[in-house]
């Protein structure tokens, strides 16, 4: 019999989640912990299954196999204790639109178990972090802008100070000065609560998330830190340089230097005679002082501008998902290869 509750060192674990319907495979031998308190980003092209693991741990869809657990409480064997530890933020976050703001989280709350001076308090201090109080308290969600009503959704997830908090694309169709004030609600949330968030909008994903885990074809291909990541699958850095120089003649500043750089021109000339290098090395360490000091020995060259350009969250992601399929289509072919020789 499968197991009710396993240890609570991590808000959440998953072991070998599989989903199928038919013999298409939604998701295959998913696997991860969340530590207490950790923020985490949790990627994937559409379709690539985060949405059904999303739905799995929420207690929202069964697994067709594996282990759920919210809070060391089995997500299949007691679904409405486990689901009683979580807050869930839905994609496109429905709500209806002819009720007050406070009346909604006061339903809300009530629904969630709290009752009588509790709901009061747990609505006010929602809306305290998600600052509704004062602005959008007694206003009809219909009449809320965009990034408003999303804290509303955020508020009603963060009802009843739930260990772990599930948000799908919370910042979906913001405005920049909006996606801002989500992330910093977001960022607040960090030591409190466990925060798993789904989303397309990878630059926000880096700066508030203290982990990233990639998902593709139902498969988890990747998860650490964006560190880590930059250095598992993208491990050259690229300096790029401004300089009143021709190609040959920074490949030889360069090799008399002893700076084992890969070079590529990435523009021509420009009208001040700047050209602009990508400069490409698999060492570790920090090289933009010595790039001016080399470059200072030639009068005749001018540099403009050096700086380290790094792998973005994008790079890592593309390159993640481009090794699962060239996995994928490798173990596909190579049976195939295996199958014509018999």
């Known amino acids: 019999m499968q197991q009710t509750q396993q240890n609570v060192e991590y808000s959440v674990v998953a072991e070998g989640l599989c989903k199928s319907y038919g013999a298409i495979k939604a998701i295959d031998n998913v696997s991860f912990k969340i530590a207490k308190g950790e923020i985490l980003g949790f990627l994937g092209p559409n379709g690539a299954g985060k949405s059904t693991t999303m739905r799995i741990l ?43 703001v406070s009346e909604y989280l006061k339903f809300r709350a009530a629904i969630k178990g709290l009752k009588g001076r509790e709901i009061r308090e747990a609505v006010d201090e929602v809306m305290e972090v998600c600052q509704l109080q004062r602005k959008a308290s007694r206003k009809i969600i219909g009449n809320l802008s965009k990034g408003f009503k999303q804290r509303v959704g955020i508020a009603d997830a963060l009802l009843g100070k739930p260990e772990v908090v599930i948000m799908d ?62 250095s598992e699958f ?50 570790r360490g920090s090289f933009g002082d010595a790039l001016i000091a080399e470059f200072a020995k030639h009068p005749n060259f001018r540099l403009r501008e050096v700086y380290l350009s790094r792998p973005t969250l994008e790079d890592i992601f593309m390159a993640a998902t481009r090794r699962s399929w060239e996995e994928k289509r490798e173990s596909i072919f190579g049976a195939k290869r295996q199958e014509a020789k018999k």
């Open 169 to 230: 694309e919370p910042t979906i169709g913001l405005d920049p000065h909006q996606i801002i004030a989500i992330r910093e609600l977001i960022d607040s949330l960090r030591g409190k609560m466990s925060v798993v968030i789904s989303s397309h909008i990878l630059p926000e994903i880096e700066l508030v998330c203290d982990r990233v885990m990639i998902i593709n074809h139902g498969m988890v291909v990747a998860s650490g830190a964006p560190e880590n990541l930059r």
């Open 58 to 100: 929420s207690g929202l869809m069964p697994a067709t196999s594996g282990r759920a657990y919210v809070c060391g409480v089995s997500v299949a064997n007691n679904p409405k204790l486990a689901q009683s530890h979580i807050g869930y933020m839905p994609e496109n976050n429905p709500l209806p639109e002819d009720v007050r």
């Open 234 to 283: 993208l491990p050259v850095d690229t300096y790029k340089i401004a300089v009143s120089a021709e190609l040959e003649q920074v490949k030889s500043v360069l090799a008399a230097a002893g700076l084992d750089f890969e070079v590529e021109q990435t523009s021509k000339k420009d009208a001040e005679g700047f050209a602009l290098y990508a400069l490409k090395t698999s060492r």
